[in-house]
């Protein structure tokens, strides 16, 4: 999958540790609407998805995720990967470390 671009905030110097999420969104229209979440921590809109569980591959969380996220139901046969973003910044759970978000 070709990765679209990358969101570096460059801000973790000194960091020893890597935490990496993969996670998924979806890219949803309807008509002439798009499906959009609104994130209210870092006050911005995004597509809906989140991350992903071990059990799962890209299609389940995403069918999950926009379920929990939307209430949508994801019909499996639409689904067509259009390509990845990498986010990376120091993580602000644990300051000693690099948080890396890889979206599908």
């Not at 609104?38 to 069918?63: C, I, Q, R, V």
């Amino acid at each position: 999958m070709r990765r679209l671009f990358e969101i570096d905030l460059k801000d973790y110097e000194g960091c020893s540790k890597v935490f990496r999420r993969p996670s998924v969104r979806g890219i949803i229209f309807r008509g002439d609407k798009i499906a959009m979440v609104y994130a209210t921590n870092e006050k911005y809109y995004k597509f809906p998805g989140g991350g992903m569980h071990e059990d799962e591959d890209k299609k389940e969380a995403l069918l999950r995720e926009v379920k929990e996220e939307v209430g949508l139901d994801v019909i499996p046969e639409s689904i067509r990967e259009y390509g990845s973003v990498l986010r990376r910044q120091r993580s602000d759970r644990d300051p000693d470390t690099i948080f890396e978000q890889e979206n599908f």
